[in-house]
């Protein structure tokens, strides 16, 4: 007769052994009919399996974060058995949940057509109507490896030889598909429902190793229902259209290349962007305390092995042998120049807290199939800070540097962010008990700030606790931009120390801090939330001058004078088109604003300013239009 507590700490009884379909039943009809798995003693169950003991329980259902992973992997699992029916001799290998959605790699000669999705997504929808059983079996892994050979599904025979002996193995049986699984599942394809949608097929290669064969990989996206599915595909079609690289082209801020892959060749406007990013956050800094700093970027072997990189970041390291026997790396991270600068000379606790900067460029390698434009590349600079404290002031420097990354967040037009605090991955340097200090004072830190937070379990750095902060565009995607993190470890590492009020050598805390954390990400990030329609004081060209006709090239020329003696950046058109199709051509180009000039305005010193996305024009005197456009520069703030 299991006792069964539910969330809210009341408890049923019942006098055989339950399954969570009954469970959720004899709570309540809705809650059954959305239920789709159920988390027992904190492990998630199919709905379907006995509950013979005592147990905490929680039902799963479909729109929350659990829910919406197992949609996604029976979605993987109804579309393995998809492409089973329409294409038998087909091997299929993994096919896990993902953010927003799942994948499954496939062994198959032929590539994957655009048509061939219609027709998986079709024969998937099928399979749902079938309403299939979805049963978990226990086997014996020798039988399992034999079944699956028999099948021709050499893939997954090696996987599960790969499992140990002693480790229970579950199969999954939906129709007369049947595949390896941990499990949960839906009782039934039809508790899937219809919210999904194959998006794209690419290559992958077996177990991630460029040295195997190269599979195909179908992607797709499921929901928990149609609503939340148009809403994605809507935010799709609106990042397609503000794809930086896209947008970067049109603005002509940067390109690549295939002779420097992960690397960012700027353009002069684009460069301009960067450099006002980097000058608006010198800025903030130096008035925040922070001292600037340059250090190399390429640093003998023996420094990276003292701080725990080469061990614990090593593959990720650009390393040469130089010819009198020296192997360099370059530096993949700042903070082991810092701690450098902070060992010259006796430093006091009276000196502490130490705030060092740097725009620093570092490199790292990247799988080329990780590559993604700007977003993710292998050469980047970070607006990296390091502070070097005593253990009672972390709590004081986390509240201030909390309250400067969201300030300047605020500045680029994010307003929602959240903070995730990240503990102990299971690669890491140092010993527990320094960890547990670690941890410690940066959970105490964020509760006496008052700002919410949330648990990111594993994910700190390999050095130290961190709290990341994600930031939410236009379009509701997240973006994890800034960190700051407590380390205990590295400062000793390096010997670094300081002279305590006692007299006596004291190590000090080392908190490493981010802000854009890559300058070149937050670059794409900020052009594609403001689908490159920049705020005028971080626009690369703020003003471009146009004429109506010929006889206006000399004010106009004059105009462009008068703005950039006034700091603002600006151009002119004098080419012999006509006025509407030079509007339209740097409107494109997301120029902010654009002066028209003609006859007219000669006379009465006016220019007739359009901003971008408006329609219609206001003629102003020209030093009033000046004077405008140099205030909303001065308060950084956008435009109506």
Not at 422 to 437: F, H, L, S, T
Not at 494 to 517: C, M, N, S, W
């Amino acid at each position: 007769m299991p006792n069964i507590q539910l969330p809210d700490g009341s408890v049923r009884q019942f006098p055989d052994p339950v399954t969570g379909s009954e469970i959720a039943t004899d709570i309540s009809k809705s809650l059954a009919r959305d239920a789709v798995a159920l988390r027992v003693n904190g492990d998630l169950w199919d709905l379907t399996r006995k509950i013979d003991n005592d147990a905490a329980i929680e039902i799963v259902t479909r729109e929350s974060e659990d829910g919406l992973e197992l949609l996604r992997h029976d979605a993987a699992h109804v579309l393995a058995e998809a492409v089973k029916e329409l294409w038998p001799d087909t091997q299929v290998t993994i096919g896990p949940a993902i953010e927003n959605g799942f994948y499954y790699d496939f062994a198959r000669e032929e590539p994957f057509t655009t048509d061939d999705l219609e027709r998986i997504e079709s024969r998937m929808k099928e399979i749902v109507d079938r309403d299939e059983t979805i049963t978990r079996e226990l086997w014996k892994r020798d039988d399992a490896v034999a079944f699956f050979r028999d099948l021709g599904e050499e893939y997954k025979a090696q996987i599960i030889e790969d499992i140990p002996a002693d480790e229970p193995l579950t199969l999954y049986r939906q129709g007369a598909f049947v595949d390896l699984c941990r499990g949960p599942h839906l009782p039934t394809t039809g508790k899937l429902g219809k919210a999904f949608r194959l998006t794209r097929v690419s290559g992958a290669y077996w177990r991630g190793d460029a040295n195997n064969a190269m599979l195909q990989r179908i992607y797709g996206t499921a929901w928990a229902n149609d609503k939340q599915l148009r809403k994605y595909l809507h935010q799709l079609e609106e990042a397609e259209k503000r794809d930086h690289r896209r947008l970067g082209r049109i603005m002509d801020l940067f390109h690549f290349q295939e002779e420097a892959p992960g690397a960012i060749f700027w353009h002069p406007r684009g460069w301009s962007l960067f450099q006002k990013l980097i000058d608006y956050m010198r800025e903030r800094q130096t008035a925040a305390g922070y001292m600037e700093v340059n250090t190399p970027e390429i640093m003998d072997r023996s420094l990276w092995e003292a701080s725990g990189h080469w061990e614990s970041f090593g593959e990720h390291m650009y390393t040469t042998q130089t010819e009198d026997g020296r192997n360099y790396a370059i530096r993949p991270m700042n903070c082991p120049g810092h701690v450098q600068v902070f060992k010259q000379g006796i430093t006091s606790y009276r000196d502490l807290p130490y705030r060092l900067c740097e725009f620093g460029k570092v490199h790292r390698y990247e799988p080329s199939g990780a590559l993604h434009g700007m977003l993710r590349v292998r050469a980047f600079t970070q607006d990296d800070a390091h502070i070097f404290c005593t253990v009672e002031q972390i709590t004081e420097e986390t509240i201030a540097v909390c309250d400067l990354i969201l300030g300047i967040y605020r500045d680029f037009g994010f307003a929602d962010v959240k903070i995730k605090f990240a503990d102990r991955p299971n690669i890491r340097v140092g010993e527990d008990d320094v960890w547990d200090k670690a941890e410690a004072a940066l959970t105490q830190a964020l509760e006496s700030s008052g700002l919410e937070y949330t648990h990111n379990p594993g994910e700190g750095a390999f050095y130290g606790p961190k709290l990341e902060f994600v930031l939410r565009d236009a379009i509701g995607r997240d973006w994890q931009c800034g960190t700051h993190q407590v380390d205990l470890n590295l400062p000793g590492r390096l010997a670094a120390t300081y002279i305590g009020e006692d007299g006596q050598k004291h190590t000090p805390v080392l908190l490493h801090r981010a802000i854009f954390g890559s300058l070149e990400r937050f670059t794409g990030i900020l052009i594609e939330h403001h689908a490159g329609n920049l705020p005028l004081w971080l626009a690369p060209l703020q003003a471009k001058v146009v004429t109506i006709t010929s006889d206006a090239d000399d004010y106009a020329m004059q105009v462009v004078d008068e703005l950039r003696a006034a700091g603002i950046s600006a151009e002119a058109d004098l080419r012999n088109e006509k006025i509407s199709y030079k509007v339209r051509e740097h409107s494109v180009a997301k120029v902010p604003v654009i002066l028209a000039v003609g006859q007219r305005e000669i006379e009465d010193r006016n220019v007739a300013v359009r901003r971008l996305g408006s329609k219609h024009q206001k003629v102003l005197p020209l030093d009033a239009a000046i004077q405008s456009l140099r205030d909303e520069i001065d308060q950084r703030v956008s435009s109506d």
